[in-house]
């Protein structure tokens, strides 16, 4: 099983590869200190390294679907849109 700083690792890079083709918005960040555990699942919230360092606003990303990293298997996906609300529903997001 992995533990946080390895879900972080995996979460961070599966979210690295996936947003190479987002252009503007490919620059991203996992948000270490919003993630949790739920269940066997890391949920890794992320946006725009413009917004988190600098606080430009015109650059926080909206709709953005957190990265769920399986804690058995390191597998990473996109949260779907319903889990997500399902999440901010319970204030975990």
Request: include cysteine; hydrophobic fraction near 35%; glycine fraction near 6%.
């Amino acid at each position: 099983m992995l533990d946080r700083d390895q879900a972080v690792r995996e979460a961070a890079r599966f979210l690295a590869e996936e947003s190479i083709s987002w252009g503007p918005s490919s620059n991203v960040r996992i948000i270490p200190e919003y993630c949790f555990t739920n269940q066997e699942q890391f949920i890794a919230p992320y946006d725009n390294v413009e917004y988190l360092d600098h606080g430009n606003e015109d650059m926080q990303l909206g709709g953005n679907l957190p990265v769920a990293v399986d804690l058995n298997t390191g597998s990473c996906r996109f949260l779907s849109l319903e889990e997500t609300e399902d999440f901010m529903e319970r204030d975990l997001l």
